[in-house]
């Protein structure tokens, strides 16, 4: 059974940093896609950031030049460096992946909190 782990959410102050990191098992397959949603209190969820297997990568544009995704092939994890964070940054973040016959598949998610 896929599943996809993440870790790294927390509390940090305005204008800190994190990394955030998703672990994908019970598969060998490499994804096509792997990436990241966040969805905050009383919003729909949207887009941060994802990763195609060949390392193109997308960002919303909330969060262009602050967070970068990144992937490691091998380990079949993606990781979302998130600098320079603001109260607004303020969600849970969920890791997403998906591959041409086996599907999407969604972490359970992680908190990330911003405030002083």
């Known amino acids: 059974q896929v599943r996809l782990v993440e870790s790294g959410g927390g509390l940090v102050q305005p204008g800190g940093s994190l990394r955030l990191s998703c672990a994908a098992s019970?598969?060998?397959?490499?994804?096509?896609?792997m990436g990241w949603y966040r969805q905050a209190p009383g919003k729909e969820r949207d887009l941060v950031a994802t990763?195609?297997?060949?390392?193109?990568?997308n960002y919303a544009d909330a969060v262009k030049g602050r967070f970068t995704i990144s992937r490691d092939n091998a380990k079949n994890t993606v990781y979302l460096q998130m600098n320079s964070l603001k109260a607004e940054d303020t969600a849970v973040y969920s890791c997403y992946a998906y591959g041409p016959g086996l599907g999407n598949y969604w972490g359970q998610g992680t908190q990330v909190t911003v405030s002083s």
């Open positions: 990763i195609t297997s060949g390392s193109t990568t």
């Open positions: 019970g598969t060998s397959f490499r994804f096509n896609v």
